[in-house]
């Protein structure tokens, strides 16, 4: 079946700090990828996606590679803000079995960021 | 355009209750699904409609059941609740589910089971 395993947290980063975030996936097909975040009380929004292998996805300054060869998609910004704290999930869309796509996530990851 | 909507934001039900969460799709959008979060992890699918049929399905038991309607909305039922239950319920809509479309969620129910 689909799986997708993101780096345990919480992470704690100081203003300005380089974030990455890593993210592997397995797949019984060819899925697209994708980063959800999910500030303090609100639902999930679409940080950024890649539906292909080397496709770059990126938004808000963050940036994730899709790397079919280590199957990984993982997530980075140069320069976080304390407006940035919040819980990411990495997720695949694929097929399971005959039916329709659906998104399966990682257990997320929280990022608190500093002053 | 109003988004995906849920309601109720809060619930709180006894153990071997029954209750019904609703959701409303984005504008346009004719595809549902759910999801179960449970604290501290990532959402579970529990099952997607299109066409007022459910297409797919998760790992969860019957006591969880669906519908939706002709105008696209959705509810969810659960059967005889179990404290194992209490979780944030996610809906989110899509058109024409296919592998790249973007998701759109609404805020949740948060259901407490005691």
């Known amino acids: 079946g689909n799986s997708v395993t993101q780096m345990e947290g919480p992470v704690t980063l100081s203003e300005e700090a380089f974030l990455t975030i890593n993210c592997t996936y397995t797949a019984t097909g060819y899925p697209s990828l994708f980063w959800y975040v999910q500030y303090p009380g609100e639902g999930l929004q679409l940080l950024l996606k890649?539906?292909?292998?080397?496709d770059k996805g990126s938004n808000k300054g963050f940036e994730a590679t899709y790397r079919k060869e280590t199957t990984s998609f993982h997530l980075e910004k140069g320069s976080v803000q304390v407006s940035d704290s919040a819980v990411y999930f990495c997720a695949l869309s694929d097929r399971s079995g005959a039916g329709s796509y659906q998104l399966t996530f990682g257990k997320g990851t929280k990022l608190s960021v500093i002053p | 355009d109003a988004g995906v909507t849920q309601s109720p934001t809060h619930l709180i039900k006894t153990r071997g209750q029954q209750v019904t969460l609703r959701c409303s799709p984005k504008?346009?959008?004719?595809?549902v699904s759910w999801y179960q979060q449970a604290l501290g992890q990532g959402p579970q699918f529990i099952f997607q409609y299109y066409e007022e049929e459910e297409r797919q399905r998760g790992n969860f038991p019957d006591r969880f059941s669906g519908h939706q309607f002709p105008n696209y909305s959705s509810e969810l039922n659960v059967n005889a609740l179990l404290l194992g239950d209490s979780a944030l319920y996610l809906c989110a809509s899509s058109l024409v589910w296919a592998k790249n479309t973007e998701a759109f969620f609404g805020q949740g129910t948060r259901l407490t089971v005691v």
């Open positions: 890649a539906t292909k292998a080397d």
């Open positions: 504008s346009g959008h004719d595809t």
